[in-house]
């Protein structure tokens, strides 16, 4: 069974400081990894995906995220916080599964910025 | 190029009362899915298809019943609403065949039952 665990269901940063959102996963294959956000009343927006390409992923917007397999993780990152950047972030593990992407998602961890 | 599209945005229901949510995607997506989100619980399967034709259950398919009328369109029906399905759905269409997959998501419909 494959499975996500966001760390911190909320996470406040000021505005210029570094953002961390931490995932871990849980699967019995190689994974496929995503980041999403989504914003106040709008759907889910794809952020980056790791492809197994390489372990550090740049996404939209200034984000990234390494694939660390000893520390089964896979942090969202990015190096100074913008007021535009309050939304939640859900992290997702998928594997193909009968015929379909079996896509499990994270509870999910709202980021506040603060002034 | 309007993406995944979803009808209604919002809906309010009385218990009992039945409706259908409209999906519609122009990306070429093989499959098609239903999500349900709700607080501290992320996002949960309800049906997805995989393909024109096919159609099966998700995580959480009680209550609720799908169709894809054809390649761009999947509907979710809830026969007889419970105030346990007030909710925001999701659709989400994915790539065609491809072992790693990437899921485009419409803006959501929130549903509430009184």
């Known amino acids: 069974a494959q499975s996500v665990t966001q760390l911190g269901s909320h996470v406040s940063v000021s505005e210029g400081a570094l953002v961390l959102l931490r995932c871990n996963y849980s699967s019995s294959v190689p994974p496929y990894l995503f980041w999403y956000v989504q914003y106040p009343n709008q759907g889910l927006q794809l952020l980056l995906k790791y492809t197994s390409a390489a372990t550090l992923v740049k996404g939209i917007n200034g984000f990234e995220a390494e694939f660390k397999k000893s520390e089964t993780s896979f942090h969202l990152t990015k190096p100074s916080a913008h007021m535009s950047d309050a939304a939640e972030y859900f992290c997702?593990?998928?594997?193909?599964?009968?015929?379909?992407?079996?896509?499990?998602f994270g509870t999910g961890t709202k980021l506040q910025v603060i002034p | 190029n309007a993406g995944v599209t979803q009808t209604p945005k919002f809906q309010v229901l009385k218990t009992g009362q039945s409706m259908t949510l409209q999906c519609a995607q122009d990306?070429?997506?093989?499959?098609m899915y239903w999500y349900r989100q709700d607080p501290g619980m992320g996002l949960r399967l309800i049906y997805y298809s995989a393909s024109e034709g096919t159609t099966d259950k998700g995580e959480v398919p009680n209550g609720y019943n799908v169709s894809r009328l054809n390649k761009r369109e999947f509907s979710l029906r809830l026969e007889s609403a419970a105030p346990s399905q007030t909710s925001v759905y999701f659709c989400?269409?994915?790539?065609?065949?491809?072992?790693?997959?990437?899921?485009?998501f419409g803006p959501g419909t929130r549903l509430l039952v009184l």
């Open positions: 990306m070429n997506h093989n499959s």
């Open positions: 989400a269409g994915g790539t065609p065949a491809a072992y790693q997959e990437t899921q485009y």
């Open positions: 997702a593990v998928s594997k193909t599964s009968g015929g379909y992407q079996k896509v499990t």
